[in-house]
C-alpha cells in the first residue's frame, strides 16, 4: 500500500513536469509563429519597396531615351516641329548637289515628312522631267 502511495506521487510530479513543459512549449510555438507573421510582413514590404525602385529606374530610363531621342540634333519631337536638314534645305532646280559629278542633271527633291520615299512601295510614280515637292 506504501508502495502504491509512493507511485502515485512520483507520477503526479512526472505530470507536473510534463505540464510545465507542454506550457513553455506552447508560449515557444506562439513566439515563433509572431515573429514569423512579422518577418514575413517585413520582407513583403521591402520586396515591395525594391519593385517601386526598379519601376523608377526603368521609367527613368524611358523618360532620358526619350528625352535624347526628341531633344538632339535640333529636333523637338513634343509640339510637332519637325526639322531636319533635307526639309529645312529645299534644293533649287538649277544647282546640283555638291558631291554630283559636274554636267550630271539635277534629280535632287525636296523629301515631306510621312510620305514614302520615291522608289519605295506606296510611292507614287512622277514623270519625267518632274520634281517631287
Same mark, same amino acid.
Given at each position: 500500500?506504501?508502495?502504491?502511495?509512493?507511485?502515485?506521487?512520483?507520477?503526479?510530479?512526472?505530470?507536473?513536469?510534463?505540464?510545465?513543459?507542454?506550457?513553455?512549449?506552447?508560449?515557444?510555438?506562439?513566439?515563433?509563429?509572431?515573429?514569423?507573421?512579422?518577418?514575413?510582413?517585413?520582407?513583403?514590404?521591402?520586396?515591395?519597396?525594391?519593385?517601386?525602385?526598379?519601376?523608377?529606374?526603368?521609367?527613368?530610363?524611358?523618360?532620358?531615351?526619350?528625352?535624347?531621342?526628341?531633344?538632339?540634333?535640333?529636333?523637338?519631337?513634343?509640339?510637332?516641329?519637325?526639322?531636319?536638314?533635307?526639309?529645312?534645305?529645299?534644293?533649287?532646280?538649277?544647282?546640283? $548637289?555638291?558631291?554630283?559629278? +559636274? &554636267?550630271? =542633271?539635277?534629280? #535632287?527633291? /525636296?523629301?515631306? $515628312?510621312?510620305?514614302?520615299? +520615291? &522608289?519605295? =512601295?506606296?510611292? #507614287?510614280? /512622277?514623270?519625267?522631267?518632274?520634281?517631287?515637292?
Amino acid at each position: 500500500m506504501m508502495q502504491n502511495v509512493e507511485q502515485v506521487l512520483v507520477r503526479g510530479e512526472r505530470l507536473d513536469v510534463l505540464v510545465d513543459r507542454t506550457d513553455d512549449l506552447r508560449d515557444q510555438a506562439q513566439k515563433f509563429q509572431r515573429q514569423g507573421t512579422q518577418l514575413r510582413k517585413k520582407m513583403w514590404w521591402q520586396n515591395f519597396r525594391m519593385q517601386i525602385i526598379v519601376v523608377g529606374v526603368v521609367l527613368l530610363l524611358i523618360v532620358v531615351v526619350f528625352l535624347l531621342a526628341c531633344f538632339t540634333g535640333g529636333r523637338n519631337c513634343v509640339n510637332g516641329n519637325h526639322s531636319s536638314a533635307v526639309a529645312a534645305a529645299p534644293a533649287s532646280p538649277s544647282s546640283a $548637289p555638291a558631291w554630283a559629278a +559636274p &554636267g550630271v =542633271p539635277s534629280t #535632287t527633291s /525636296t523629301l515631306v $515628312p510621312g510620305e514614302p520615299m +520615291p &522608289g519605295q =512601295p506606296g510611292a #507614287t510614280p /512622277t514623270p519625267a522631267g518632274h520634281k517631287l515637292l
